[in-house]
């Protein structure tokens, strides 16, 4: 098991074609989501989708999330799976926006920027670091090359080194 969420997976919400009694969606979890869809669309694994099946009504897949059985576990229990389908006209939230129509950096997490193509904070700050020139973009020299032609510390033969104290003699 893995962080709270249990076992990494995907938790995915199917949307009936038409209502089965009370039913029109399904939650459900999958490590493999594809081998999962080929269970449901035989007639295996979910009860509720068997029936459905038998039933002639057809589904398909609506959304996704990220998860594992936990995360699965806390949707079902929020209920209301109409407010989370695309399939019934719910569009999810946009990133958050400031007042003045801009992307609100401070209240939108870094997978939401990746998501949405926006630059995250660490490709941010090195953005920033470029444009104002703490960083040149130029690599330093590798070690394997030797030193630079015109290096005055290269051409001095490796010997002793004087004693400059002060006051003495060198």
Not at 90 to 107: E, Q
């Amino acid at each position: 098991m893995t962080g709270q969420g249990g076992p990494p997976g995907t938790v995915y919400l199917l949307h009936f074609d038409r209502p089965y009694k009370h039913a029109r969606h399904y939650v459900g979890w999958a490590r493999n989501l594809r081998r999962r869809l080929a269970e449901h669309e035989a007639g295996q694994g979910a009860r509720l989708l068997a029936v459905v099946r038998a039933a002639g009504i057809g589904w398909q897949l609506a959304r996704m999330w990220p998860g594992g059985r936990a995360r699965e576990r806390q949707i079902k229990r929020q209920g209301g799976h109409a407010r989370k389908c695309p399939l019934c006209g719910v569009t999810p939230r946009s990133l958050p926006r400031n007042a003045g129509g801009s992307l609100s950096r401070s209240r939108t997490t870094d997978a939401q920027k990746l998501a949405a193509g926006v630059m995250t904070a660490a490709q941010l700050a090195g953005h920033t670091a470029l444009r104002y020139g703490a960083v040149t973009g130029k690599l330093p020299r590798s070690f394997e090359r030797g030193p630079l032609a015109d290096d005055p510390w290269a051409a001095r033969p490796a010997g002793p080194r004087p004693h400059l104290i002060p006051g003495g003699t060198p």
